[in-house]
T-cell receptor, first 110, second 114 residues
Framework: GIQVEQSPPDLILQEGANSTLRCNFSDSVNNLQWFHQNPWGQLINLFYIPSGTKQNGRLSATTVATERYSLLYISSSQTTDSGVYFCAVPIKAAGNKLTFGGGTRVLVKP | NAGVTQTPKFQVLKTGQSMTLQCAQD?????MSWYRQDPGMGLRLIHY???????DQGEVPNGYNVSRSTTEDFPLRLLSAAPSQTSVYFC?????????????FGEGSWLTVV
């Protein structure tokens, strides 16, 4: 099946810093989603981004489907950005049955 | 609007016991699924359903049963609990089954099997 790898596994930031998280996938996909899991375990969908660039406040994401990677940018990080960020792609060519990467654990210090 | 509701939030089981994790959504979503999350890992798909009366297996279905008698409910049954099933379980739903539909997750059910 398709493999999804995320880097770095852990990231410690000082409040206000910028950072980039990476998601590599092993096969062509037509769906890629980024999720944030907060310290209380709640999972929130951040972006649906099969290609191109999207922005939502201080977060933005870019997917280069032809090169099989996606990037999540966090700008001016805040303590509320702490948690685990997951990218996920379909298990098969299409649909919402997702396979998740191992996640990047982010800690933003005040 | 309650979204996706899971119960119970915490449960401790003895090896060999059976139990059912409940999941309900009030958004009239066609697609529902169950994932498990083990420490330090991403989520893995257990079972999914594309509509009432239709279910199918995901990546890690062994030891679990599901049914979908109504659009709203998608319970996950552990037939004979094993310590390897200690995990956090998430139910999810989306309006459609195709890619591009936003997935909504429940708050998770923490299960410990001793």
């Amino acid at each position: 099946g398709i493999q999804v790898e995320q880097s770095p596994p852990d990231l410690i930031l000082q409040e206000g810093a910028n950072s980039t998280l990476r998601c590599n996938f092993s096969d062509s996909v037509n769906n890629l989603q980024w999720f944030h899991q907060n310290p209380w375990g709640q999972l929130i969908n951040l972006f649906y981004i099969p290609s191109g660039t999207k922005q939502n406040g201080r977060l933005s994401a870019t997917t280069v489907a032809t090169e099989r990677y996606s990037l999540l940018y966090i700008s001016s990080s805040q303590t509320t950005d702490s948690g685990v960020y997951f990218c996920a792609v379909p298990i098969k060519a299409a649909g919402n049955k997702l396979t998740f990467g191992g996640g990047t654990r982010v800690l933003v210090k005040p | 609007n309650a979204g996706v509701t899971q119960t119970p939030k915490f449960q401790v089981l003895k090896t060999g016991q059976s139990m059912t994790l409940q999941c309900a959504q009030d958004m009239n979503h066609e697609y529902m699924s169950w994932y498990r999350q083990d420490p330090g890992m991403g989520l893995r798909l257990i079972h999914y359903s594309v509509g009432a009366g239709i279910t199918d297996q995901g990546e890690v279905p062994n030891g679990y049963n599901v049914s979908r008698s109504t659009t709203e409910d998608f319970p996950l049954r552990l037939l004979s609990a094993a310590p390897s099933q200690t995990s956090v379980y998430f139910c999810a739903s989306s309006y459609g089954v195709g890619s591009g539909n936003t997935i909504y997750f429940g708050e998770g059910s923490w299960l410990t099997v001793v």
